[in-house]
């Protein structure tokens, strides 16, 4: 017996080692490698290489031994065997890690974007992802590559994003590629931040004819001068470029130190000319200025008396002014001067760090801006600039008051603190001068003069759900456990909403939020939690809930998790991710006029404070040239500035509150477009 399970036990195994030998290949999965790829490499379909290993169909893994069918030619083998000879042959092997870009690992190991593609196929497929190991080609490699073609000298543009553009639309327009434009510049490999001048390799696109504009001198007559600048803390290789107008190679070439990266304190040569002195008052009396009238303002002017369609109406002010007697505006800032006038190194260093007081300079010189802006429309107005001299819960508004300064103001703008606000209004609420809190998003208390021109978050979130029962849409919220205060928000104010299940452990139900989606109405799924596994899952079923009904997904505040790499964006595009905000995005003449007369008069462009500080004052000296009170226009007028929508209405304790919110949506074309 023994003998007979012998001699079957060796024809066993030599019937198996023929197999082996003449049926199937031993192949052994590479980092990155899919079974797509494999099959494609060998020749095979990927079910082939599943009858073999049936637990591929979950996976593969790097280093995993898979059964392939050798039922291909031999050139297939080969072209595995010389693969695998050339890798061993290059040597240096590189894991990537998160945030690493093509640029930074063709930087590190000096090697060119077309030898590291070249030493690695699957890049131009599948793109750098996470966990692959590269092959980084040695310099004889690359060497031996570029001897046989001809060198050509690369030619580059430069590109500032203007609002509402994508990487998609800007590739497009340069006829390069987006992996193109990030390995170029890997700042915006996260977000894609306005204002962001890009090194382009590419085409520049066809200049188009402007009119109203003033021809630039030759630039071949221009010479550029240079000066030293001294790093200030947290400063970038972005936020130096955007001050100076310089790209990041261009400054490296001036400053080679800065090959190691930017350090607070470094002395760099820089070209000259555009650091702009910061605007201090040093006086608590009214500011007089005395300016030129900014360029593009009259296009501005002209731009504005076009025609805006919104719901409710937005009503263009500069074309409904009325005959009026002079007004007067009073701006409360805190530039809090009294704690830098005696010490000047200490005003330095404060402004350099104190946020708050940059804040405060951002907001002035849009507030500015808008001065300039009334000048020119040559608006009835005397504007009084003061030092409110603020702490979180103190001022120097009694002080002024005690002046004579505020009482007479047609409009006070400030102070910026919420409280302080309120101790203005409360103090001038018998003269009747209504109070423009500028910033703060608080809920105010009911003070009748007090003005809110921050939506508050509650109003923010009733703005979605207002528009989505206007649409008599189905709506369906799936929230995590941990969100309680969403969950109390919409049980208490948004009867009719029904929640999607959770499991035990509390993650998302997925049959359960299939279940509550209707087939004939509009869907809107709210989602609100942080979990990236609940994220997923919730994208997942809505994707292929849209084979049999419409669906949009929505989300009430900012979420961090869908910026991540495993929220693909594509699918959020899929599902017209909708989200409020207090501001916009547009590409407006009339904005993008704003934003160029801005960056040539400051050399920056402008941020969120500098464009309230625009908004917030034009949009009152406006509403103050119309023939009516500052209340009145309140109560009847709806308008809309560069960013913000300003939608007045009185509440029901006291007090007015803004309800100016914008729900902007993903369409199509990868472009936010405005829903309401």
């Known amino acids: 017996m023994k003998y007979f399970f012998a001699i079957f036990t060796f024809v066993f195994f030599i019937t198996c080692n023929a197999f082996s030998q003449e049926k199937v290949v031993k192949y052994k999965v590479s980092n990155g490698e899919t079974v797509n790829q494999i099959a494609q ?107 046989s073609k001809t060198t050509v000298q690369e030619k580059y543009v430069f590109h500032d994003v203007l609002p509402k553009e994508t990487k998609y639309s800007i590739a497009k327009q340069y006829k390069t590629t987006i992996e193109d434009l990030e390995k170029r510049n890997p700042d915006i490999v996260a977000n894609l931040p306005v204002g962001y001048r890009l090194t382009i390799k590419g085409t520049p696109p066809k200049p188009q004819v402007m009119t109203n504009i003033s021809k630039p001198a030759d630039s071949s007559k221009k010479v550029t001068t240079y000066m030293e600048y001294q790093v200030k803390p947290k400063e970038t290789f972005y936020s130096l470029g955007r001050t100076f107008h310089i790209s990041q190679e261009e400054l490296i070439e001036l400053n080679p130190a800065l090959s190691e990266g930017v350090k607070e304190g470094m002395v760099l040569k820089v070209p000259s000319g555009y650091l702009v002195p910061v605007p201090i008052i040093v006086q608590s009396q009214p500011i007089e200025k005395t300016v030129e009238n900014p360029s593009g303002i009259k296009i501005l002017e002209k731009v504005k008396s076009e025609t805006v369609s919104a719901n409710p109406e937005v009503v263009e002010l500069s074309k409904k002014r009325g005959e009026n007697e002079r007004k007067k505006l009073v701006l409360l800032l805190p530039f809090n001067l009294a704690k830098m006038q005696n010490d000047t190194v200490s005003s330095v260093n404060r402004i350099k760090n104190d946020k708050f007081l940059n804040m405060t300079l951002d907001f002035y010189s849009g507030a500015m801006m808008a001065i300039d802006s009334a000048k020119v429309l040559k608006l009835p107005i005397d504007i009084s600039i003061y030092d409110s001299e603020e702490t979180k819960n103190t001022s120097n508004v009694s002080g002024l008051i005690m002046q004579n300064k505020l009482q007479n103001a047609d409009a006070v703008i400030g102070p910026f603190y919420q409280s302080n606000a309120e101790a203005t209004a409360n103090s001038l609420r018998l003269y009747n001068v209504p109070v423009i809190s500028p910033l703060s998003k608080d809920t105010a208390n009911p003070i009748d003069n007090l003005y809110q021109s921050i939506p508050s978050n509650d109003v923010v979130k009733n703005t979605v759900f207002d528009y989505m029962r206007s649409k008599n849409g189905n709506i369906v919220a799936v929230v995590d456990k941990k969100k309680e205060s969403v969950i109390n928000y919409i049980k208490q104010n948004q009867k009719g909403v029904v929640f999607a299940s959770l499991t035990e452990n509390g993650s998302l139900d997925v049959a359960s939020l299939k279940s509550l989606l209707l087939p004939e109405r509009m869907n809107y799924v709210v989602m609100e939690t942080a979990n990236t596994a609940m994220v997923k899952y919730t994208i997942k079923a809505l994707v292929e809930a849209q084979k049999t009904c419409q669906v949009q997904l929505v989300i009430l505040e900012p979420n961090s998790t869908l910026d991540t790499d495993e929220i693909y964006f594509e699918n959020l595009v899929k599902l017209k991710l909708m989200y409020p905000s207090v501001s916009r995005e547009s590409d407006e003449p009339r904005v993008l006029i704003f934003e160029k007369d801005y960056t040539l008069k400051n050399k920056v462009s402008p941020n969120t404070y500098a464009t ?52 902007l949506y993903y369409d199509s074309d990868l472009t936010l477009k405005v829903a309401n």
């Open 612 to 663: 309230r500080g625009f908004d917030v004052t034009f949009d009152t000296m406006m509403r103050l040239v119309q023939g009516k009170t500052y209340q009145e226009t309140a109560d009847l007028m709806t308008t809309e500035q560069v960013d913000n929508k300003f939608q007045y209405y009185k509440k029901e304790d006291g007090g007015h509150a803004n309800k100016g919110v914008y729900l």
């Open 41 to 147: 490499k060998f020749k095979v379909t990927p079910y082939d290489i599943y009858q073999l290993n049936p637990d591929a169909r979950n996976g593969v893994k790097p280093n995993t031994v898979l059964l392939i069918p050798s039922n291909t030619d031999n050139a297939a083998k080969k072209e595995v065997a010389t693969t695998k000879k050339a890798t061993s042959q290059k040597g240096v092997m590189h894991e990537v890690q998160p945030k690493e870009t093509l640029y930074g690992i063709e930087k590190k190991y000096g090697v060119s974007d077309e030898a590291l593609k070249t030493a690695n196929p699957f890049l131009v497929t599948d793109g750098l992802q996470i966990g692959q190991t590269l092959v980084i080609p040695s310099k004889d490699a690359v060497s031996k590559t570029n001897t």
